[in-house]
Each structure stands twice: as structure tokens, then as C-alpha cells.
């Protein structure tokens, strides 16, 4: 016990019925009262690590951890030769949803597309929250071609996902996408950013 909370819990056996002794208890319950303050300290740096890492609203990963993650991709990408694509998207008509259905609307709208993001991708595949309506889909090892694929089933499977919006069930308006690929599009993080968030926006201005 910890503050009044059940941690964990220490069970001593015996074949022998009344094996253990008063002091054989009383030694488990110091070495208990020892365990589950280690527990607590270890439960309490696990989950301040996951905050530093994770957006609080959709639980993703934040901007600060993808950025490292693409840094480490850009290290080991450089060493084999090989090339990893970024997919850059914003939710179309956030905006809207929140001056239409208020600010809680919005909220369920960004983590709907958080889950239709987490249901596209491969495991190794990092996603993240990079910043207001705007996500970020690191792809390991993969070429422009088929990151164009992954792209594609994005966007079909945003049409998949529903959000509430009061008490109405709203379908996800839809998200736009870009798409950029090491090393021909950027050498950097801040290069493929850019080039992603440009592909982005040319492809906002067709639509419209």
C-alpha cells in the first residue's frame, strides 16, 4: 500500500500449514511498505516520460518526439542508402465544427481522426500531433510510391470514422495531405516539413 493505494501485491507460500510467524508478517509488511514505494516512484517516471512524449488530447505523439524520431530515421536512413517518406495532413473544416458545435466537438473530431490515423498504418509507422489541427505520419523505410498508397488509404478511411458533435453523429470532413520523401525532397527534418506542408497546400488549392 502506498497513501492509501493498492500498488501491488507480495504473496508469500508455504506447503506447511502456519509456516509463517508474527514476525515472518511483520517483516513482509516492511518489505511491502518498501516495494510499493519503489513501485510508485517507477509508476510516477513512466507516466511523466509518456507525458513529455504524448499529446494529452489524442495521445499521440507530440512534435517533440517525432522530431527526434526523424532525426533518427534521417541517421540511419543516410547510412544504408535507403529512403523514408513523411505525411503531413491537416483536418479539413475544424473550424467550423467548433463554431458551429463548440470546442468539445472539435476535440472528438481530432481524436476520431487520431484513431483512423492509428487504423492505416503499420506498426513501425510513427504518428503524431504536430500542433493544433495539424498530424504527422513518420514511414520507415518507405518510398515515395508507396507512400503514396499509405496516403491514399488515409483518406479513405477518414470516410470510415464518425465523431460526436453534440448529439449528432457527424462523418469526419476530411483531411488534407502531403506527402514528402528522404532524400529527394529534403535532407532535414525542417526540409521535409516544409516540402510536405507545401505538397499540402498545393493540393488545398486544387481542391478549391
Known amino acids: 500500500m502506498s497513501r492509501g493505494r493498492v500498488v501491488g501485491v507480495l504473496n508469500a507460500e508455504s ?24 513501485l510508485e516512484v517507477a509508476q510516477l517516471h513512466d507516466t511523466l516520460k509518456r507525458e513529455a ?4 488530447l ?3 505523439n507530440n512534435r517533440r518526439h517525432f522530431l527526434e524520431r526523424i532525426d533518427q530515421e ?27 458545435y463548440g470546442h468539445l466537438a472539435g476535440d472528438a473530431l481530432l481524436r476520431e481522426v487520431s484513431n483512423a ?20 505520419v513518420l514511414l520507415p523505410s518507405t518510398a515515395a510510391a508507396a507512400a503514396a498508397t499509405v496516403a491514399q488509404r488515409i483518406s479513405d478511411g477518414m470516410a ?8 449528432e453523429l457527424l462523418q469526419i470532413p476530411g483531411v488534407s495531405l502531403g ?30
Open 15 to 38: 506447503e506447511q500449514a502456519d509456516a509463517f510467524s508474527e514476525a515472518d508478517v511483520a517483516l513482509m509488511s516492511a518489505v511491502g511498505s518498501q516495494l510499493a514505494s519503489c
Open 53 to 56: 512524449s504524448h499529446d494529452p
Open 58 to 60: 489524442t495521445r499521440l
Open 74 to 100: 534521417i541517421t540511419r536512413a543516410s547510412s544504408t542508402a535507403e529512403s523514408f517518406s513523411i505525411l503531413f495532413l491537416d483536418v479539413d473544416q475544424l473550424k467550423r465544427i467548433n463554431d458551429t
Open 117 to 136: 490515423l492509428m487504423d492505416a498504418v503499420r506498426g513501425e509507422d510513427v504518428v503524431s500531433r504536430y500542433g493544433g489541427d495539424e498530424f504527422v
Open 160 to 167: 470510415r470514422h464518425r465523431f460526436m458533435a453534440g448529439r
Open 179 to 208: 506527402l514528402a520523401t528522404f532524400p529527394q525532397d529534403g535532407a532535414t527534418a525542417e526540409q521535409l516539413l516544409a516540402s510536405a506542408d507545401a505538397t499540402l497546400y498545393r493540393h488545398k488549392r486544387r481542391a478549391s
